[in-house]
């Protein structure tokens, strides 16, 4: 009797440690998955700030943070399986998106380089252009006044 | 007109025409300095300041589905991860403080996150029921409700009375800090957004 009493017990608790892990697991890896949403928008933030097309990113980035409010509402709900299961996906989503926008910043670093050097380049011809046609027209100016004045002298005889 | 006037003239006009030349070079390290805000606003179910509750009838049964639509807007300058977040208050409990940016004390019921783009807006229908509501003498309790199908455990209680009220406040994640904060900096002040609607409990 105190054998199947202890059993019982036994059982009971076993029970209630694995709910108590399944929950904590649960709770770990949703924590997870908001710091890597975080990231992946910090990332596409920058991706943003330095000039880069964030047009795709931005979808991708919805369906993370639609993953990781998923896992939550499950995880407040009581299904952890869910709620572990969509937390990867959001990790798994916020991974690809952080990659990308990497990648994307290495390009738009590049354009942004090019931008400049090309601007500074028209900037200084146009200016050097500019320079040399107003010599020109001081020189036109400047001859055109000159032979005013020598028309103007009287003749000596 | 004599030759130095046209040769001032003519050094002038140059001038001008290199300070164009490089004026792109110039704006591009300008920074932007207009303001940044939000906007947040709860709609009725057909998304106009309308029908908040079935029949306009703020008196809300157990187990009655209540619709809105959730309107936010964006005018930050930049990309922002907003968290909008839900709170069941009775009348007593403070709401939010509008001049210093504190949000309410009061547990969050409920919590929408998403992103906007600058100049974005964004409609998100909401609903929600009373599921768990005790009513004694002189205590309405609301033990729990349903959120967009999401079981909310509250527990938020009204002495004499029977009327509570939803707080909604927009969160704002700070790229500074990495974190999420009540309201945005918009140059050396702090603004915030949040709304409230009132609605009775009935047995």
Not at chain 1, 18 to 47: P, Q, R
Not at chain 1, 53 to 71: P, R, W
């Amino acid at each position: 009797m105190f054998t199947l009493l202890g059993l019982v017990v036994v059982v009971f608790l076993s029970i209630n440690y694995c709910y108590a892990a399944y929950e904590t697991e649960a709770s770990v890896k949703l924590d997870a998955a908001g710091e890597y949403v975080e990231l992946a928008f910090l990332s596409v933030n920058d991706l943003e700030r330095m000039g880069g097309d964030i047009s795709s990113l931005v979808v991708d980035l919805k369906e993370a943070i639609q993953y990781f409010d998923g896992s939550k509402h499950a995880l407040e709900s009581g299904d952890f399986t869910g709620s572990v299961l969509l937390s990867r996906k959001a990790v798994s989503e916020s991974e690809e998106i952080i990659y990308e926008a990497f990648n994307l910043k290495q390009v738009a670093k590049i354009k942004s380089g090019n931008l400049l050097r090309n601007q500074v380049i028209f900037s200084s011809l146009y200016s050097l252009l500019i320079l040399v046609l107003g010599y020109l027209f001081w020189r036109f100016i400047k001859s055109y006044y000159i032979r005013q004045i020598m028309r103007a002298k009287p003749e000596v005889r | 007109m004599d030759l130095d006037d046209w040769r001032l003239v003519i050094v002038t006009i140059c001038i001008v025409l290199v300070i164009i030349a490089f004026s792109p070079l110039i704006f591009a390290y300008i920074p932007d300095e207009g303001e940044r805000f939000f906007a947040l606003a709860i709609l009725g179910e057909n998304g106009m300041a309308e029908k908040y509750f079935p029949d306009d009838d703020a008196d809300v049964e157990r187990g009655e589905n209540i619709k809105w639509m959730l309107y936010v807007y964006s005018h930050s300058g930049e990309l922002s991860y907003v968290s909008i977040r839900f709170k069941l208050l009775n009348s007593t409990t403070s709401a939010p403080n509008s001049t210093f940016c504190r949000a309410s004390a009061a547990p969050v019921v409920h919590e929408i996150n998403t992103i906007l783009l600058d100049n974005e807006t964004l409609l998100i229908p909401v609903q929600w029921s009373l599921q768990g509501v005790r009513i004694s003498e002189n205590r309405t309790i609301i033990e729990s409700l349903m959120f967009n199908e999401n079981p909310s455990q509250v527990h938020v209680e009204a002495f004499d009375e029977n009327s509570f009220r939803f707080v909604i406040e927009l969160w704002v994640y700070d790229y500074e800090s990495m974190e999420f904060k009540f309201g945005w900096a918009s140059g050396d002040e702090q603004n915030c957004a949040w709304n409230q609607i009132w609605f009775n409990v009935l047995g």
